[in-house]
């Protein structure tokens, strides 16, 4: 990957929603909002921002979820597609 963020923010790669349920019946593909869940795959150093330290808290590998507007979608290639946030766009660390 060639993108590196810098000061607070992070690079995430948006997971994708299941197409069934559980029972087997399968969801439409219309009317469907983008998971606001996401993969870790680049995290910037931090640093003053804004004129406050800022420490970074999530890691690459970490899946977080991230505010609904937040962030700039990403497209590199045909097939990778990436979302860079603030830090304090993400709201959660899934553990």
């Not at 150093?45 to 330290?53: T, Y």
Request: no cysteine.
């Amino acid at each position: 990957m060639n993108l590196v963020p810098l000061g607070d923010r992070v690079v995430l790669k948006q997971l994708k929603e299941e197409e069934t349920t559980q029972s087997g019946i399968v969801l439409p593909g219309q009317n469907k909002e983008k998971p606001q869940q996401g993969e870790v795959v680049a995290v910037g150093p931090g640093g003053m921002v804004d004129g406050k330290e800022v420490a970074m808290a999530v890691k690459v590998g970490d899946q977080v979820i991230f505010s609904k507007y937040s962030g700039n979608e990403v497209k590199l290639g045909e097939n990778e597609e990436y979302i860079i946030v603030r830090q304090n766009d993400i709201l959660a660390i899934v553990k």
